[in-house]
């Protein structure tokens, strides 16, 4: 790999630095957007949290809901009526 002159890193170095600070206004205002972004996605990231729970309580009631019809024998009415209940409250936490 070519090595890089020392002075002309420093050089380069100088002439960004002086551009960010000629323009630091906008690179503040860039910055802040930034920080908000990240913020906003932490957000999404905690409701996403949130519903994979959900999904994973309904998953739960599901199962719970299979057993209960195969030791016993529910109505088949009340069975399905149920069933399709859960899975389409999963879907709805889905989309």
């Known amino acids: 790999m070519k090595s890089v002159d020392e ?6 170095f100088v002439r960004v630095a002086n551009r960010v600070m000629k323009d630091s206004g906008g690179f503040i205002s860039k910055m ?11 957000r999404s990231s905690q409701e996403i949290e949130f519903i994979d729970g ?6 739960e009631q599901v199962t719970n809901l299979v057993r209960l019809n195969t030791q016993s024998g529910l109505d088949r009415e009340i069975y ?3 069933y399709n209940r859960l899975v389409l409250e999963m879907d709805e936490l889905r989309k």
Not at 7 to 12: I, T
Not at 32 to 42: A, D, G, P, R, T
Not at 54 to 59: I, M, N, P, T, W
């Open 7 to 12: 002075d002309k890193l420093k050089e380069a």
């Open 32 to 42: 802040m957007m930034n920080i908000e972004k990240v913020l906003n996605e932490s």
């Open 54 to 59: 959900q999904l994973a309580e309904l998953r």
């Open 80 to 82: 399905e009526e149920e």
